[in-house]
């Protein structure tokens, strides 16, 4: 038997004559309605032919849809939209919400295993018997058995071997075909760009504004007098866009919490993955002042600096010629803030297992962890949040061409993101004078010698050397000494970072 439960939360699914859909496609040249959408999966009578109608489908959406004898859940090459599934004895559940009241937590994570990561890696979930569908899947189900398609891989396939000239031509105009999807879906409506001091946002609001749309607004949070406060005043000033200042004071962050964020966090957690706390603050500031109207549409600037190249590895001194081994490490060192044995232990399945042979299928295996791994279990997550406050989403940067088109860029031209960033400055930034000083800081210059040091050694160092505080980033270093209040900690620790410390409470929320 199959259980379906769509709960209704914060956005609309809508029910087809033989399932659910939620979200919006671009597909043969426009963007389907749900009628539409129901007329292509009536024609894909197979499996294989619904896999090759996802591989076409460009936006953001989950599915639910039955051929026959046949059910499937699927979601979007950037996992936008969550979708959990659970097998029991004669019965599979499918839904798109998870609560601790639907389930058992997992003996392992009431030791806060949790609260050392943003997100739980593979298809497991913190309940017991529950999965959860990664980046570009399809789950089908036959006969009360489970099979997973991985329609998209985020593996990079043959590079292409045109010349740098002519690729940045074909992407200069892919953007601005990008532009052009995004103003035809909007149709009129307000577009507003969280504006920070990078490339990705910026690039989004210099081509909207370049293409005159009618309803343009952004908004920046943080600290005032900070590099990136200023370089996204000044971008807004001289593209003469409506911008929004949101500092994050003591004041403004008291509200983490309260009742109003312990709902935020259940909706946006799912049981999967921490609730990012980044835009949160700013939007309920913005909603309560009536600048941030329900109808708008938000359009976050993630993740064309992770295609750009931005994880692109450094050639270093390698320790351990095994480069599967040095891959696992690099991701444990990254993603695991304190890699225990035990830990180590519990995260090993859940990490490339194939054997790599050369630079090339590092990069592949390392870059197609991350995007279904953090990216998008976490950063991409970040969607919540608009949907809690009443407005629509957009991932300008998560275009299927878009995806693709990098996914061919040799990785030469990626190497600290230089394709990317010599387009928007040629075609865009400097033509319009949005090019600062202070944007060589987002370039990577050079890597500390202790980065090139085995995994075990950092450890080792890290015992005897005295720790140091994380960085501020927008003020939100703030929240650490707030939450370990409500936490009720003994004793202070402002050496832990602000993700742990709200997986710490996420942490302690769910298990009440």
């Known amino acids: 038997m199959i ?60 599915l639910l849809w039955t051929i026959e004898d046949r059910t499937y859940a699927a979601t979007d090459i950037a996992r936008s939209i969550p979708l959990f599934w659970s097998v029991q004895v004669k019965k599979i559940t499918l839904t798109n919400h998870l609560a601790p009241s639907d389930g058992t937590l997992l003996q392992i994570h009431y030791d806060k295993t949790f609260a050392q990561t943003e997100f739980i890696p593979g298809h497991t979930t913190l309940l017991q018997g529950w999965q959860q569908l990664q980046a570009g899947e399809l789950l089908e189900i036959h006969q009360n058995r489970c099979y997973l398609h991985n329609y998209f891989p985020h593996r990079r396939p043959t590079p292409l071997t045109a010349s740098p000239v002519v690729l940045k031509q074909q992407f200069a105009q892919l953007l601005e075909q990008q532009i052009d999807r995004l103003i035809s879906f909007a149709a009129g409506r307000t577009i507003v760009i969280p504006l920070s001091g990078g490339y990705d946002s910026r690039i989004l609001l210099t081509i909207l504004q370049q293409q005159q749309y009618p309803a343009l607004k952004a908004f920046t949070y943080g600290q005032e007098g900070t590099w990136e406060v200023e370089i996204a005043r000044s971008v807004a000033r001289r593209l003469g866009v409506e911008w929004q200042f949101v500092p994050y004071t003591k004041e403004l962050l008291q509200t983490f919490g309260d009742q109003t964020w312990q709902d935020f966090a259940a909706f946006a957690g799912n049981l999967c993955s921490i609730p990012q706390e980044q835009d949160y603050f700013a939007l309920r500031f913005l909603k309560e002042m009536g600048w941030l109207e329900e109808d708008s549409i938000i359009c976050p600037g993630y993740c064309g600096d992770f295609q750009a190249g931005s994880y692109l590895p450094e050639k270093t001194f390698l320790f351990n010629p095994d480069n599967l081994k040095t891959l696992q490490d690099f991701l444990f060192q990254r993603f695991l803030r304190y890699p225990s044995p035990a830990l180590r232990q519990l995260w090993q399945p859940y990490l490339p297992q194939a054997a790599i042979d050369n630079e090339h299928d590092y990069v592949s295996e390392l870059e197609h962890w991350v995007l279904r791994e953090y990216v998008s279990k976490f950063i991409v997550n970040g969607v919540r949040a608009y949907e809690w406050f009443e407005c629509s989403w957009y991932l300008p940067l998560w275009d299927l061409d878009f995806i ?109």
Request: net charge positive.
């Open 3 to 62: 259980n379906i439960q769509i709960k209704q939360q914060k956005r609309v699914w809508y029910a087809l004559s033989k399932g659910w859909w939620t979200g919006r496609v671009h597909y043969q040249g426009k963007w389907l309605s749900p009628e539409e959408v129901e007329q292509s999966l009536l024609k894909a009578v197979s499996t294989e032919a619904l896999v090759s109608l996802l591989q076409q489908w460009n936006g953001s959406f989950a």
């Open 404 to 512: 693709r088109f990098w996914q061919q860029v040799p990785n030469t031209l990626r190497k600290d993101m230089q394709m990317y960033r010599e387009v928007l400055e040629d075609n865009w930034f400097r033509p319009q004078e949005l090019l600062f000083p202070e944007d060589q800081k987002t370039k990577p210059l050079f890597k500390p010698l202790a980065s090139y040091l085995p995994l075990n050694l950092k450890r080792q160092l890290k015992k005897v050397l005295p720790a140091k505080p994380p960085t501020n980033i927008n003020g939100l270093h703030q929240l650490v000494p707030l939450i370990q209040e409500q936490l009720a900690w003994p004793t202070p620790d402002l050496t832990k970072s602000v993700n742990e410390m709200i997986g710490h409470w996420y942490h302690e929320q769910i298990t009440k």
